[in-house]
């Protein structure tokens, strides 16, 4: 099966009940969305990846990505998808290396969402839309700002891409300003 995104969102919602986790999905796939368009791909396959690849995190923190194979095979989800989803752990919680340019995306965009979020809500408008570079590459050089983000997965996965990392991060906050609203990040803008 080749999940829509209502059926991404469902399976999404059936395995995490977390309002935070749940936000997060809908900013990966926001942002996977985005980078689909820029390099042409499929943005709803893009976008499902986006929506599930955390799928086993809340019920099985310890086997996250690990899990996801069991849940999504039980729901005929294609192995091309379920690949995906494994290989944003690749080095961290699993051995299954990001290979195709969207799995690569992911592995990278993961972590920084995470990072680009942290940012948007220490602005004084609680906001991704007036959001620069400059702002994030201040915050991303001080270790202990988000501590939690791991940077060295970040910049291989920009790496694995051969994109520069500036560029990254720019079109990273644009796929986060696409969902601002849905994901808490309009603020008083």
Known sequence: MK???DEAYKLLCKYNDSPAL???ALTVEGVMRHFARLLGEDEEKWGA???MHDIDYQMFPDQHCIKAREILTEHGVDDEYIHAIMSHGYGMCCDVKPEHVMEKVLFTIDELTGLITACAIMRPSRSVLDLELKSVMKKYKAHGFAAGVNREVIEQGAAMLNMDLDYVITETIAGM?????AIGLKGEL
Not at 177 to 181: C, K, L, Y
Request: aromatic residues 0%.
């Open 3 to 5: 999940p829509t995104r």
């Open 22 to 24: 749940i936000t997060h």
């Open 49 to 51: 990846v986006g929506l």
């Open 177 to 181: 300003r696409e969902v601002a609203e």
